[in-house]
């Protein structure tokens, strides 16, 4: 791969017929339309955060340096952003005033900057790169150098590495946060659509688990339906069996569930319920884990992490039943005191035994010292959930 320096574009030059935009949140073109800002294989604009890109600015008011940018000179004579995407749509912001900064005190834009800063802003000499090269060449050195600063996360890079008309299909739906959808979406899906959190549920759903294979697979179709309608069938399935929105939900494997249990029947208005009940239930520490144990016929009381008897209970239940069966002559583990067997008169050591449910906890016993009984291990076991 070739490399030029240039130290002589300015950010006036690099910034000149600037178009950002607004709905989708990305820098499109500068250098009067030579420089594509944002290719198909760069991440979505995420230095709009009031932070990142003021400080951009910051930089160059103050004369700091703002690092090397990277272009890629592509077949056709155009020049597209390798490296610098996220500073080169900073300036571009200030420069067409649609980014304000705090400066000498006040808020302003660069419109309200004195003719003297404005000259310093817009004449800062940036220091770039110019490759060419062969996509692979191109591809793989975006991601080296992007290893500093933000780090590219793994679907950024998918995105990158399998760039095409796919890929765009796909960020036209799940990449824009202005998609109306994205409120009904984030009730069950985890992150940001803007760092192709949203898009990485939808391909991780509709591959099974294999996104990358998939978009190898994909990359130059036009047609990204199959991926739309597995997502939709998700969303929808899970919103139509949960009717009512918990904050639990949110990041949940849904894909393996639906693929678990979508064939199964449930009423709805019974889900709610029970949902609701085991929500309320102080005993269950895992709340996340009731909606796959409701899908499973409330059958895996693992999945909701049952609160345990804490010591205080164990020590006095133990101290209680020792004493009576010492008094009796029997086991203090009740199952052995009603055996014939050769622990029929045992006393257990704390160690030995296991703090159970008399009445199991999901057939509505509470985890409550007057529901709790000491068993030795081997019949604690034995008795299971009965």
């Not at 919103?239 to 904050?247: E, K, L, M, R, V």
Request: with cysteine; hydrophobic share 30%; aromatic share 10%.
């Amino acid at each position: 791969m070739n490399t030029e320096l240039h130290t002589d574009i300015t950010i006036g030059d690099i910034c000149k017929g600037f178009v950002y935009n607004e709905q989708e949140g990305k820098g499109l073109f500068g250098m009067n339309g030579r420089l594509i800002i944002q290719p198909e294989y760069q991440r979505n604009y995420i230095y709009n955060d009031g932070r990142k890109d003021v400080a951009v600015i910051d930089s160059v008011l103050h004369g700091y340096p703002l690092g090397l940018i990277y272009l890629n000179r592509r077949p056709d004579g155009l020049l597209e952003v390798l490296d610098g995407q996220q500073r080169i749509t900073s300036l571009g912001r200030f420069l067409t005033n649609k980014l304000t900064v705090r400066y000498d005190g006040r808020e302003q834009k660069y419109y309200s900057l004195n003719a003297e800063l404005q000259q310093l802003f817009s004449k800062t000499h940036l220091t770039l790169y110019i490759c060419e090269g062969t996509e692979e060449e191109i591809k793989k050195w975006f991601k080296i150098i992007n290893i500093a600063g933000v780090p590219l996360n793994d679907q950024e890079m998918y995105n990158a590495i399998y760039s095409g008309p796919f890929v765009t299909a796909l960020k036209a739906v799940y990449s824009n946060s202005l998609n109306p959808m994205q409120q009904k979406w984030g009730t069950y899906v985890k992150g940001d659509p803007k760092r192709q959190e949203v898009l990485a549920t939808a391909l991780d759903w509709v591959s099974h688990g294999n996104t990358e294979g998939y978009m190898a697979a994909h990359r130059q179709d036009t047609d990204i339906t199959p991926v739309t309608t597995c997502f939709d069938s998700i969303i929808d399935w899970v919103s139509a069996t949960f009717p009512t929105p918990h904050n639990e939900q949110k990041g949940l494997p849904w894909g393996t569930l639906y693929e678990k249990y979508h064939n199964t029947p449930y009423n709805p208005d019974e889900v709610d319920r029970r949902v609701f009940e085991l929500m309320q239930d102080d005993a269950v520490t895992n709340k996340r884990g009731i909606f796959e144990y409701v899908l499973g016929g409330c059958t895996d009381p693992k999945l909701l992490n049952i609160r345990l008897f804490d010591k205080r209970t164990i020590k006095t239940v133990y101290e209680r039943q020792t004493a009576e069966a010492k008094a009796k002559g029997v086991s203090n583990c009740p199952y052995c005191a009603m055996s014939s067997g050769p622990n029929h008169s045992r006393i257990w050591k704390p160690t030995e035994m296991d703090a159970d449910h008399v009445t199991a906890w999901s057939r509505g016993g509470s985890t409550s010292i007057d529901n709790c009984q000491m068993l030795c291990k081997t019949h604690n076991r034995a008795k299971g959930n009965r």
